[in-house]
């Protein structure tokens, strides 16, 4: 009857555990103004959305983190959305940030959807059976800050931290992205609903554009091959 009794409370004190963190919906693009895009030009606007006609085409090809912060509304200097090379983006200020989880994109254009969740880029785990996604350190009913990272996959890879690495090498020549901060009041599983980051209603963000970064010069390519030779000359005599 003890054992009982113990395995009793065990179990309930891990699902008030559970229920007491934060849940989000994670999607977009079934509006018109939460579609994902990307430009042709470094610096220039949006030319259309991902997967549309004349644009790279795919499933599971670009892919999206998504991040809370309790008290952060602004990612370094801004709050606003970025593309290209910035020096705003989340990974590179991470101080009150937690990955949520990852989504990429689906067979529609310009939309994507969740796929995993978890805290690190390698401890990625399925989705709750809603396909909601939980935010860990920040409980249900409670205000967070959310912002996403979105970026094609091609030369870059498919998980954050291959983006991190991309990215610290110089980002050259892929498309990246980061969405506005969006503040939700994150559901709790019971009464309080579970929001979604983007949208078009007070607290929510629109798509996110992703940028081109900068391709090297031919010339710039054909002086890194020189210095390499150089450095492989200087060897070879020592």
């Known amino acids: 009857m003890k054992k009982f009794a113990l395995t ?19 999607s977009g693009g079934l509006t018109a ?10 610096g220039g606007a949006a030319t ?4 549309a006609s004349g644009a790279v085409t795919g499933l599971g090809i670009y892919y999206y983190a998504l991040f809370a912060s309790a008290a952060n509304t602004q990612v370094g200097s801004t709050s606003s959305g970025i593309s290209g090379i910035n020096s705003n983006y989340v990974f590179d200020n991470a101080s009150g940030w937690t ?5 990429t994109n ?3 254009a310009g939309r994507m959807q969740p796929s ?9 785990g399925p989705l709750n059976g809603d396909n909601s996604l939980t935010v860990q350190g920040i409980a249900g009913a409670a205000t967070a800050h959310m912002v996403i990272v979105g970026w094609y996959s091609t030369g870059i890879g498919s998980t954050l931290q291959s983006l991190i690495s991309w990215y610290d090498s110089g980002a ?8 506005g901060v969006a503040t939700v009041t994150l559901g709790d599983g019971a009464g309080v609903g579970t929001p979604n980051p983007l949208g078009t209603s007070a607290g929510q963000v629109g798509g996110i554009m992703m940028g081109l970064t900068p391709v090297p010069e031919p010339a710039t390519m054909v002086l890194a091959g020189l210095g390499g030779l ?6 070879r005599k020592k």
């Open 8 to 26: 009793s409370i065990i179990g309930v004190a891990l699902a008030t555990s559970a229920l007491s963190q934060g849940l989000v919906n994670f």
């Open 33 to 42: 103004a939460t579609r994902m895009s990307t430009n042709a030009v470094v």
């Open 48 to 51: 259309g959305v991902t997967g």
């Open 99 to 103: 990955l949520v989880g990852i989504g």
């Open 106 to 108: 689906n067979a529609s």
């Open 116 to 124: 995993t969740q978890g805290t690190t880029s390698a401890g990625q």
């Open 172 to 179: 050259l020549g892929g498309w990246i992205g980061q969405s």
């Open 230 to 235: 150089s450095l492989l000359a200087l060897r």
